[in-house]
């Protein structure tokens, strides 16, 4: 048997282990897919009330933001699941805690992602919602939401990149995602060079798919859209356009 | 003067911008089938008259008459039922400085959701009706293009078209020239002019004096928040005010 374990990788671990790997991959993404939506729910909700005309709301919003953008992940999910399980006298599971958790935070990022996009739509645009006799949530709706998302997308694919890294604190919890499969491989291997570098490859790789996604999504609400899904998504309504051109002329 | 051929009339209406008062008590009335032109000095208030029409601008006091309704704070005298902003912007057409496209729909849908959202008939019969307001303005084959692939003026023409598509009683334009390249003034003011052939009661606020003169009947020069003088359609030749004819001498 060789002593010298810097040259005994033993690399066929992270095939043998593929499987497990990949459901503590998945986990990751199922925790923290169902709190970015959660996320961009409460997150929206808090913007709102920032620009709210009652001061109430707004300080609200302004202690929410400050508070729970300054929590580190690791802080939070044990605060919520020790400490919410004593205030509530529930147990919540370590995916729950780790929705939670991470919805805490986020939503506090979040909120100030659509409050600045939000801001960033020039008042003309609202005013010709209103010249036009739109109800003030119809312009919400059509006029400047669709805007604001536009310019909220790419922070908020960064942002669910982080959101998945965070995913790596709950390890701390027990959650079965990337790292603490990682833990539990290499605690009978001892091979942290070979399992953590294959956790690494994970998160990157989710990195750069995440990106391709919104990049996507970027693409498809950019208009006028090149993109194969936004030509796909409207291919009725340019044939309509163009039926009534052609009629008309 | 309400006479029963008054589409709209002002009256006493002040309004002030945190503690600056920028109108000082504006009268105004305008007739059905009016070419009403306001001009003057910038920060004259010329602008905040006509946002003041549908309500973009809020008086502190006065009252806005429009269809037998009182809008605004109101008067005691004008013993008014009293209306809701929105009736009033459904009845009057604007027209921006800045045009005020929507970036995210196309030429066609700028006009169609709007007026499908205000009128409730479907997507399908407002783009109908879209096709139809976009001939109207020469812009029909640019019905799919989105206001980034259009030039100022056509932005403006479809502005234009957007406006119109809500069968406005009375049409409000806000220097509809100011911001367009000098060689595409000519086509907005083209629509602009057979619009008012065609009888719309229209207020203009506007720098382009030979336009005004050419379809103004009712003349409004405007400084520091007060109506200084007012004239009928040979207003530019034979105005009094020394002040409005200064004002007309450097521009023109």
């Given at each position: ?6 040259i005994?990788?033993?690399?066929h ?6 499987g497990e ?9 199922a925790?923290?897919?169902?709190a970015?939506?959660l996320?961009?729910?409460?997150g929206l ?8 005309r009652f ?15 300054g929590?580190?992940a690791l802080?939070s999910v044990i605060?919520?699941?020790?400490g919410?399980s004593l205030?509530?006298g ?9 929705v ?8 506090a ?9 939000l801001?960033?739509?020039?008042k ?11 109800t003030?949530?119809?312009?919400f709706?059509?006029i400047?939401?669709?805007q604001?998302l536009?310019?909220a ?16 604190t709950?390890a ?19 091979q ?8 690494a ?13 919104f990049?996507g999504f ?13 030509r796909?998504?409207?291919?009725k ?9 052609d009629?008309?002329? | 003067?309400?006479?029963?051929n008054?589409i709209i009339?002002?009256?006493q ?14 009268d ?9 032109v ?6 004259s ?7 003041t029409?549908?309500l ?11 269809e037998?309704?009182?809008?605004g704070p109101g ?8 209306g809701?902003p929105?009736?009033?912007?459904r009845?009057?057409g604007?027209?921006?400085?800045q ?8 030429a066609?849908d ?6 499908a959202?205000?009128?409730g008939?479907s997507?399908?019969d407002?783009r109908?009706r879209?096709?139809i307001e ?12 989105y206001p980034?692939q259009l ?8 502005a234009?078209?957007r ?16 911001a367009?390249?000098?060689e595409l003034?000519g086509e907005?003011l083209?629509?602009m ?11 203009v606020?506007?720098h ?9 009947d009712?003349?409004i ?10 004239g009928d359609a040979?207003?530019?030749?034979n ?6 004819r200064?004002?007309?001498?450097s521009v023109?």
């Amino acid at each position: 048997m060789d002593n010298d374990l810097r040259i005994n990788f033993m690399w066929h671990l992270i095939w043998d282990y593929r499987g497990e790997l990949i459901q503590g991959l998945w986990t990751a993404v199922a925790v923290s897919i169902t709190a970015l939506f959660l996320s961009l729910f409460i997150g929206l909700v808090f913007a709102l009330a920032k620009m709210s005309r009652f001061a109430f709301f707004r300080g609200l919003s302004t202690i929410y933001v400050n508070i729970f953008r300054g929590i580190p992940a690791l802080v939070s999910v044990i605060w919520v699941y020790f400490g919410w399980s004593l205030l509530f006298g529930r147990n919540f599971t370590v995916y729950q805690a780790g929705v939670i958790a991470l919805t805490l935070l986020y939503s506090a990022f979040f909120s100030e992602i659509f409050r600045s996009a939000l801001q960033a739509i020039h008042k003309g645009q609202r005013e010709a919602g209103m010249a036009l006799g739109m109800t003030r949530i119809r312009i919400f709706r059509s006029i400047i939401m669709p805007q604001g998302l536009k310019i909220a997308i790419p922070n908020i694919g960064s942002m669910y990149i982080g959101m998945i890294k965070d995913t790596s604190t709950f390890a701390v919890i027990g959650l079965a995602e990337v790292v603490r499969v990682t833990q539990t491989i290499n605690s009978q291997y001892f091979q942290p060079f070979v399992l953590y570098t294959a956790a690494a490859l994970l998160y990157v790789a989710i990195a750069f798919l995440v990106d391709y996604i919104f990049k996507g999504f970027e693409s498809t609400i950019t208009y006028p859209s090149n993109g194969i899904l936004y030509r796909f998504l409207t291919r009725k309504k340019r044939a309509h356009i163009q039926k009534l051109v052609d009629a008309n002329s | 003067m309400t006479g029963s051929n008054t589409i709209i009339s002002l009256r006493q209406i002040k309004k002030s911008f945190a503690s600056t008062e920028v109108l000082h008590g504006i009268d105004l009335d305008v007739h059905a089938g009016s070419h009403t032109v306001i001009f003057g000095p910038s920060g004259s208030g010329k602008s905040t008259v006509l946002r003041t029409m549908n309500l973009l601008e809020k008086p502190n006091s006065g009252s806005i008459c429009f269809e037998n309704r009182e809008y605004g704070p109101g008067l005691d005298s004008a013993k008014l039922e009293r209306g809701k902003p929105l009736e009033l912007r459904r009845r009057v057409g604007m027209v921006f400085q800045q045009f005020n496209l929507f970036p995210h729909f196309s030429a066609i849908d700028n006009i169609a959701i709007p007026l499908a959202t205000v009128t409730g008939i479907s997507k399908s019969d407002a783009r109908e009706r879209g096709a139809i307001e976009l001939k109207k303005v020469g812009l029909l084959p640019w019905a799919a293009s989105y206001p980034s692939q259009l030039s100022g003026g056509q932005q403006q023409r479809v502005a234009i078209a957007r406006a119109l598509s809500i069968d406005p009683i009375l049409m409000l334009f806000d220097e509809p020239t100011s911001a367009l390249d000098p060689e595409l003034v000519g086509e907005v003011l083209a629509v602009m002019r057979s619009l008012a052939e065609s009888g719309m009661t229209m207020v203009v606020v506007t720098h382009e004096m030979n336009f005004a003169k050419e379809i103004g009947d009712q003349h409004i020069f405007m400084e520091a928040g007060n109506i200084v003088a007012t004239g009928d359609a040979n207003f530019f030749d034979n105005c009094e005010n020394e002040r409005a004819r200064q004002f007309i001498g450097s521009v023109l």
